[in-house]
């Protein structure tokens, strides 16, 4: 088998990266060599790429998949917003500068190019190369600029298949609409539907896919279940919602569960750090927005913000820097991971992130943090009272005094702060590292008063996320037509498909 294919959305968040994450693991599983692909991403969640680069976390969940090390081949150009208006670009793994729209539509005949030539080198390299879209080829208004859907499947003639999310309702007409409000060059190519995260008896549904069939001329190749026990790395902010827990908590092996509560910053990064704690029983992980939500937990994180001195702001306005001052005051524990970390501290001087100087930080440990025009971005191992322990880092900001103990040696030097019960490192993954996870766990438990909070000895998270696309790979299985995808994959997207005249395509002629 060789080729590939596209995985586009009705919506960002409709389940996109899952579907990629489990038709490669699945191909994978068949002994295919293949390969994840999106062109551009725009998330605040990334890692260190082997290659020392950096790409959108899916990318490196869907290596993953397929048995690959991430490499920034798979996520040659990645945005991560700072603001509303302007985002850093890196292209290849490597920040080239801050855009706007404008600049970025300046850029776009170079990032065309750098698209096009990794995507190429992967599919000479691999059989099978299955690519992501970014938000919706709905979005018309900035076709002109578009790398990751349409422009994308029309460069490369790849078979799209377009992904839309049940749960939120109007599934059908958002995958109609899509199509409909397409230009006829693009609407040849989207070649079939999913739907994804159906609750309840597909027979129901039946009656509306024959009918979309018949109005699109395209068929459904599949109604991918509403999973219960599936949660998976978070692709950008849609996963991250105020007061939405993490995971699925399961019950604790002892009397007390241990509450954790994470602050979710305006410009979160790297999310998914949390998601290691709620891997083990008896945590419960919650985002939360407001001071009150931190009264009862037994644990603050303070994740990582691509807008450091921005975000800390957004803590004093809303009364959550009081509340956790108050909280280190009364020996709570907090943990403080990167943005967060720097935060923490009591002087930021930041002329390259915000411009703004110096900034006082909440004083919640002794650290002082300069930002350097130049991004320290590794993987990196050490250890911590001699348990091993491995991260990656992404950070424009350096430490240049700590007065506190260092929490952990990293590549010989020290990496961290403790004070009491509050932590703060700037290695992302840190918590992945099992063995430091469960003995930090009874030192939270033990500061928070949970004596009867019980430690689970087995917990890997690596083990768990490979269920999880074990999970997904056989959703797909089950569930996907597996015969008409690497018809797809083999053959492109099928001739003669009905092209939909709307009045909202007429309109976009005419204007043309």
Known sequence: MKGALLVAGTTSDAGKSVVVAGICRMLARRGVRV??????????????????GEIGRAQALQAKACGLEPSVRF???????????????????????TVGAEDYFRHRRELRDVVAADLAALRAEFDVVVCEGAGSPAEINLRATDLANMGLARAAELPVLLVGDIDRGGVLAHLFG??????????????????????????????GLERLTELTGRPTLGVLPYAEDLWIDAEDSLGTLADAPVGRPRPPLGADWLTVAAIRLPRISNSTDVEA???E???????VTEPSRLAGADLVVLPGSKATVSD??????????DALRARAAAGGPILGVCG????????????????????????LLDLTVEFAES???????????????????IHHGRVTHRGDPAWLRVEGEPEGSVRGAVWGTHLHGLLESDELRRAWLRSVATAAGRTGFVVAEDVSVSAVRAAQLDLLADLIEDHLDITALERLLSEGAPAGVPILATEAVLASDRIG
Request: charge should be positive.
């Open 375 to 393: 991004k320290v971005l590794r993987r990196s191992e050490g250890r911590a009272a001699g348990i091993a322990v491995r991260g990656y880092e």
């Open 340 to 363: 967060g970390y720097q935060m923490l501290g009591t002087r930021i001087l930041d002329r390259v992130e915000s411009g703004a100087g110096e900034v006082d930080g909440l004083g």
């Open 312 to 321: 800390l702001r957004w803590l004093r306005r809303t009364g959550l820097a």
């Open 35 to 52: 390969a994840p692909f999106k062109a551009q991403n725009m998330s605040n969640n990334s890692v260190v790429t082997l290659d020392g």
């Open 277 to 279: 704690l709620a891997c």
């Open 281 to 287: 029983p008896g945590v419960a992980v919650r985002w």
């Open 178 to 207: 899509t199509v409909a409000i397409l230009e006829p060059e693009d609407q040849r190519l989207i070649s079939g539907f999913i739907v994804n995260k159906f609750r309840g008896a597909v027979e129901l549904l039946r009656p």
């Open 75 to 97: 996520n040659p150009v990645l945005l991560k917003p700072g603001s509303d208006r302007r985002s850093q670009l890196v292209v290849r793994g490597r920040a080239i500068g």
